[in-house]
């Protein structure tokens, strides 16, 4: 299974920006898809997911701002993101699960190689 992120890059603060995950091997619908980030010096943190039952769920400092989305037919999720702040700044990496449930952990089957977003201030 292989997981290819894009989509980061610079935007100012208040800015909006859309990750995209295309995702090949197994079908997103039938696994627990999630973003995760890693801010210099920091820990992998949850961001959002999906279940393979599609719920969403999302971390404390992003709910009203990201929005974690998919396209079947694509084999994609997206994350969605606005209102952007500098602390928003990561490293962020899409994952799978194999189990189909919600997890916000780090214990994922499946990586990314990671794409880079940097807000200003």
């Known amino acids: 299974v292989q997981l290819q992120a894009s989509g980061g890059g610079l935007v100012q603060a208040g800015g909006s920006l859309r990750l995209s995950c295309t995702v090949a091997g197994r079908t997103i619908s039938s696994i627990t898809t999630a973003w995760f980030r890693q801010a210099p010096g920091k820990e992998h943190e949850f961001v959002a997911a999906?279940?393979?039952?599609?719920?969403?769920y999302y971390a404390d400092s992003v709910k009203g701002r990201f929005t974690i989305a998919r396209d079947n037919a694509k084999n994609t999720i997206f994350l969605e993101m606005s209102s952007l702040k500098p602390e928003d700044t990561a490293v962020y990496y899409c994952?799978?699960?194999?189990?189909?449930?919600?997890?916000?952990?780090?214990?994922?089957?499946?990586w990314g190689q990671g794409t880079v977003v940097t807000v200003s201030s």
């Open positions: 994952a799978g699960r194999r189990d189909g449930h919600y997890y916000n952990g780090i214990l994922y089957d499946y």
């Open positions: 999906f279940s393979g039952f599609g719920d969403s």
